[in-house]
């Protein structure tokens, strides 16, 4: 395959040893997500063996987890679909959860399987994606799967900047601490786990600001890239491999040619009308690669600092190399650095080939 997607373990292995050194001087321990790098089982278990509880979305990618044995916990970060209930309790030890009727069934599941299972509830805090609304009702939740034989409840959790972009902070951590505190109460006793967010809670672990009790953090991002931590959130922490993931994709055009499309616009191959600046005539190169592998072109960076990406369509990449020093030729191989878009979906393209190069 011409396309290539680089992965270099051990620069991800050193991303999970800096923040779970961190983590561990604040009490904190990691879900390791693998999730924005499906297809490649030998990250899912880098990430797994080094933090302990491996966590996906998917639950496809954790049946082949559990199915190959491997000896590190496996968690559930979707909430359940309710027609695979037997399965999560299955293949994930752990799950997040916030709807009752559904907790109800996977009791029965962990009980008809003779399977226990550990869940989490999950606690809306203002992102409006999945989590137990007004907080304070999951008291009662949780009152009754206290009961329950199939289900232990673990913890409580929150999860932020998914939907709604909106960003954890102190206040916001401790109202969902004072809801699982009153939820111990209930209980009358301690909840193992309060699971704070994911890579944009790590301002406020940087910050000192994490409330004490929060104890866990579910981490993708920052594991595999750790990129938007200094990129998005202005941190320096050149301890992080930004590049332990690269594409690599080959140059099947060179030509000088107008930089501003010419003869009547109307609209591009997906829909939008485009507009250029007039920059002259301009070196460009073209690379067999597009959007279908990696949809977003301007979430590539280029290791070569002086090329430019001028856009895609669904198989091409668009380039232009007028200021190149070095020169570009056919059958040349470009890379990339990525964000977590193009690496979530360049690492499911079937025409892209993964390699493991460390
Ligand atoms: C994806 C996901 C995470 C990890 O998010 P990152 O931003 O990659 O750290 C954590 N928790 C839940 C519930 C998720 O869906």
């Not at 907790?103 to 989490?120: C, E, F, T």
């Not at 073209?286 to 590539?300: H, K, M, N, T």
Request: hydrophobic share 40%; net charge neutral; charged share 25%.
């Amino acid at each position: 395959m011409s396309a290539k997607l680089l992965i270099n373990l051990n620069k991800i292995k050193n991303n999970i040893s800096f923040w779970q050194n961190l983590c561990q001087q604040h009490n904190i321990k990691l879900i390791g997500v693998g999730k924005g790098c499906p297809a490649s089982p030998k990250v899912a278990r880098l990430i797994g063996n080094t933090t302990s509880i491996y966590g996906d979305s998917r639950l496809n990618r954790l049946r082949e987890l559990k199915k190959a044995g491997v000896d590190f916990e496996l968690s559930l970060l979707r909430i359940p679909s309710p027609s695979e209930l037997e399965a999560v309790v299955k293949y994930s030890d752990i799950s997040f959860n916030s709807q009752l009727r559904v907790i109800r069934k996977l009791n029965q599941a962990a009980i008809n399987l003779n399977q226990p299972h550990q869940i989490i509830l999950m606690l809306e805090s203002g992102d409006l994606r999945e989590g137990i609304y007004p907080p304070e009702n999951s008291i009662k939740i949780a009152a009754e799967v206290e009961n329950m034989e199939g289900l232990k409840l673990i913890g409580v959790a929150a999860n932020f900047s998914c939907y709604g972009g909106i960003k954890p902070d102190t206040n916001k951590l401790n109202s969902l601490i004072q809801t699982a505190e009153k939820i111990e109460s209930r209980l009358a006793r301690k909840l193992e786990i309060i699971s704070g967010g994911a890579t944009t809670s790590l301002p406020l672990l940087l910050e000192n600001k994490l409330p004490a009790r929060i104890n866990q953090l579910r981490l993708g991002e920052a594991l595999l890239l750790g990129r938007d931590i200094q990129d998005i959130w202005g941190y320096e922490l050149p301890e992080l491999n930004t590049d332990s993931f690269l594409l690599e994709a080959e140059v099947i055009e060179v030509a000088k040619k107008p930089s501003k499309p010419y003869g009547e616009i109307s609209v591009d191959a997906f829909g939008q009308r485009p507009s250029f600046e007039d920059r002259g005539m301009r070196k460009r190169a073209i690379l067999a690669i597009g959007r279908a592998d990696f949809v977003y072109p301007d979430q590539l960076i280029p290791c070569q600092q002086d090329i430019e990406v001028l856009g895609a369509s669904s198989d091409h990449l668009i380039l232009d190399i007028q200021e190149s020093k070095t020169p570009i030729e056919l059958g040349d191989r470009l890379r990339f650095q990525l964000y977590y878009g193009p690496l979530v979906h360049l690492s499911q393209s079937n025409d892209v080939e993964k390699v493991i190069i460390n």
